[in-house]
């Protein structure tokens, strides 16, 4: 299978624009049209992780955290970011990162988080906006079916559990063709009437360029005569963080030693209880300090994340409770996540769980 194949479908389940401004997922070393021949999945890229992919015959690693972040003017091995890139190359292994793409899509990292949490009637808890655009298109009556279902299969017309959905109206549009004009119907020399119908459809931004190819490769007019307008609506299923219930509400001191459990880490910082009972819990994998104000607007009891400061924790001033249970260990399992992800679409291709833990801190 071509890298490419691989990554093409990532993109499906993690568009890369939906990765926040700082980022930069997508592929970081590699040409898209090598042969994959195995896959290791981490949570991090060290060297280690490089020496693993290589004993266990993986040339393509996927990890939730870029290898390359920040600017890189030379690579002469003098931190671990050079090192792993020089011995990437070296030993012909693609390096592609997933990381706040997967972090911002509904059944992503926040997803797995509350999964494991037994949390339920999940939703995002702040969905990114101008994410969504809509086109409207005007054809003939005759060539409509033709037109709008070339439209949703390009991705046009999907709007949460739905599909193929459009608005259609009917009017008559004029035209009069100039020199050389090729008119689909009527007369190029004087203006004409054409009974047309005017589809409308919302679509990701991400599938603006194949809805455009489609709409131009199956409308039957030599110009064809379109809008695109930006939607200031939110997307309800890309965003920031999640929020979630349990089935029955508990102390927080006893929700608190679940939750302990449940992520698998040593230690979790945690500011005063806010209330007696914990019901509704916001979940953001990794650096989610930002959150805390939504967290709190939407009712949430305790804020579940990774890397507060100090001077934060005195944020939450009594209105919620803070379970800052490390960064590594909010996401450890999104390891597990992308090996699902993967099988279910390639069942019968070689994927492997990195065995090595690549948190840089260590407790006492």
């Known amino acids: 299978m071509k890298l490419n194949q691989i990554t093409g479908f990532l993109e499906t389940v993690a568009p890369l624009n939906y990765q926040e401004d700082y980022d930069n997922s997508g592929l970081l070393i590699g040409d898209p049209g090598i042969t994959i021949k195995g896959i290791l999945i981490s949570l991090d890229c060290t060297e280690a992780v490089i020496a693993e992919a290589v004993k266990k ?28 890139i020089a011995l990437a190359i070296k030993k012909d292994i693609a390096i592609y990162a997933i990381h706040t793409n997967l972090d911002n899509v509904k059944h992503g990292v926040n997803a797995e988080i509350c999964k494991r949490l037994g949390l339920i009637n999940c939703q995002v808890l702040v969905p990114k906006e101008n994410l969504i655009r809509k086109i409207v298109v005007f ?48 007369n190029s020399s004087k203006q004409n009437q054409e009974h047309e119908v005017k589809i409308e459809c ?5 599938k603006q360029y194949e809805i455009v190819q489609a709409l131009l490769k199956h409308h039957p007019y030599e110009e064809v005569a379109y809008d695109i307008f930006p939607i200031k609506n939110v997307n309800d299923a890309v965003g920031s963080g999640m929020l979630g219930e349990l089935k029955r509400e508990v102390a927080p001191m006893a929700f608190l030693k679940q939750l302990k459990r449940l ?20 979940v953001c994998g990794g650096s989610g300090s930002f959150l805390l104000d939504a967290a709190i607007q939407q009712g949430a009891d305790l804020l579940v994340t990774a890397d507060f400061k100090y001077h934060q924790f005195f944020d939450a001033d009594g209105r919620i409770t803070i379970a800052d249970i490390g960064h590594y260990e909010s996401e450890q399992f999104t390891k597990d996540l992308l090996v699902g992800i993967i099988k279910k679409k390639f069942p019968k291709f070689a994927v492997r769980l990195s065995e090595i833990n690549t948190n840089p801190i260590k407790y006492l």
């Open 139 to 186: 054809c003939p009556e005759k060539e409509s079916g033709k037109v709008r279902n070339a439209l949703f299969k390009a991705g046009a017309g999907q709007i949460g559990n739905y599909s193929e959905c459009s608005f259609n109206s009917h009017g008559t549009g004029t035209f009069k063709g100039g020199e050389g004009a090729s008119p689909y119907t009527g």
């Open 263 to 282: 992520m698998k880490t040593d230690c979790i910082r945690y500011t005063s209880l806010g209330s007696d009972k914990v019901k509704k819990v916001a």
């Open 202 to 206: 919302v679509y990701p931004k991400v």
């Open 57 to 84: 015959k993986c040339n393509l690693i996927i990890c939730h955290h870029p290898l390359i972040f920040g600017e890189i003017k030379k690579i002469t091995g003098s931190n671990y970011v050079e090192r792993c």
